[in-house]
């Protein structure tokens, strides 16, 4: 029902809400904050995968 757009910096680029009766606020609340926070997720994971391709054969301990 929502979806958040953001980018490498974790700024939000956009946000989709498809149809929420006008009763439903909280639970639109509710969806907001996790789609953020799947999008914050999302942006982690890719920036983490892009960092260890670049540095997956240097053997640096800890990374």
Same mark, same amino acid.
Request: proline share 2%.
């Given at each position: 029902?929502?979806?958040?757009?953001?980018?490498g910096h974790k700024n939000? %680029? @956009?946000? +989709?809400i498809? #149809? /929420?009766k006008? @009763?439903d606020?909280?639970?639109? $609340?509710?969806?907001?904050l #996790?789609? /953020?926070n799947e999008?914050?997720r +999302?942006?982690?994971?890719?920036? $983490?995968?892009?960092? *260890? @391709?670049? %540095? *997956? *054969? %240097?053997g640096?301990p @800890?990374l």
């Amino acid at each position: 029902m929502i979806t958040v757009k953001m980018d490498g910096h974790k700024n939000i %680029l @956009g946000v +989709k809400i498809e #149809a /929420v009766k006008s @009763g439903d606020v909280e639970m639109l $609340q509710d969806l907001i904050l #996790a789609a /953020v926070n799947e999008a914050a997720r +999302k942006v982690d994971g890719a920036m $983490q995968s892009s960092v *260890g @391709g670049m %540095l *997956g *054969g %240097l053997g640096i301990p @800890g990374l």
